[in-house]
């Protein structure tokens, strides 16, 4: 049974930063690429990051800069640096592991960027 098990979301004032965490099970973890989603109220969902297998990394122009994401095989790991927040990232945020056809998705953790 694969599970990914996000962690880490919650409140935090516009400028600051938070760290999300995606651990996976029931995969082979290293041969997946791992990528981050959010969607936002009324929004489409969209990437946010994603880290191939073989480590080479990716961002939309909105985050590039700001989020970092990173994986640790040996933890079956992916984690995702948020800096410099802004309201408009406020969104459900996904984590998931793509490998040919198979494609699998967490529940989600909410970040709310606010005031």
């Known amino acids: 049974q694969v599970q990914l098990v996000e962690s880490g979301g919650g409140l935090v004032q516009p400028g600051g930063s938070l760290r999300l965490s995606c651990v996976a099970s029931?995969?082979?973890?290293?041969?997946?690429?791992m990528g981050w989603y959010r969607q936002a109220p009324g929004k489409q969902r969209e990437l946010v990051a994603v880290?191939?297998?073989?480590?080479?990394?990716n961002y939309p122009d909105s985050v590039k800069g700001r989020f970092t994401i990173s994986r640790d095989n040996a933890k079956k790991t992916v984690s995702l640096q948020m800096n410099s927040l802004k309201p408009e990232d406020t969104a459900v945020y996904y984590c998931n592991a793509a490998f040919q056809f198979r494609s699998y998705w967490g529940r989600g953790t909410q970040v709310t960027v606010s005031s």
């Open positions: 880290i191939t297998s073989g480590g080479s990394t």
């Open positions: 029931g995969i082979i973890f290293s041969m997946y690429d």
